[in-house]
């Protein structure tokens, strides 16, 4: 038996999410049936973090034991052959130890988040990005943000489907930038909560539009009150970027 670490790039649109769902198509069920008609074994797919439905992956760590005997080339090949017509790739594998895990391996998490601002719709990132016509104000934005970096308790930006044992959580950096037509807001932290990152950026833009100053954004956190939050972005926008493990 053989653990198999595979890095996995897809695009959430058409999937109820990472996990494997009994009332839709997820990107773990695409891939353990990819896998089951290449090896003819029921190997579960274990990822890094769960994503939502129309969340996409940039750079999905997960892990998968495998009994019989392949190559890196042709695990990936199989995979990436079996898996289509969905929307999921496979960019590399690499055996790894036996007490390796994806999910509880894993130190760090990044996630990115794209508002396209301009006032025409989008024609090639329909379902990409979050679509905001309103001019934003990308410093008043990046000043909000950084009332969440820290160690904080997060319940106020939590779904209340969160089943995280604690609401409290060490945010490393929140990072806004203009790139362009678009903005981009950079999140890392160990871990985070259900809605977490969706609940944070949705509170900047009410910032960047005006309707929220960036000192709301501490009130909002200080609360501790899912009420209190201003807006949920939508998943769309959304990309798990990279999870990062030791020594790596």
Known sequence: MTRW???????????????RQDHGPSVQGALEEALQRMTGEEAAVHAAGRTDAGVHGLAMTAHCDIAKNL??????EGINALVRPHP?????????????????????????????????????????????????????????????????????FRSVHCQSASPLKTLDSLTVERVGEEIHIRAAARSFLHHQVRSMVGCLGLVGRGRWSPDDVRDALEAKDRQRLGLNAPPEGLYFVEAIYPGA
């Open 5 to 19: 670490r595979l890095t996995v790039e897809f695009d959430g649109g058409p999937f109820m999410g990472w996990q």
């Open 71 to 76: 190559t890196e080339h042709r695990l990936r």
């Open 88 to 156: 999921v790739s496979v960019l590399a594998v690499a055996p790894v130890a036996d007490d390796w895990h994806a999910r509880f391996s894993c130190i760090g998490r990044r996630y990115l988040y794209r508002i396209l601002n301009r006032r025409a719709p989008p024609a090639l990132d329909m379902g990409k990005v979050w679509h905001v016509p309103v001019a934003l104000d990308a410093e008043a934005m990046a000043e909000g943000a950084q009332h969440l970096v820290g160690r904080h308790d997060f319940t106020t």
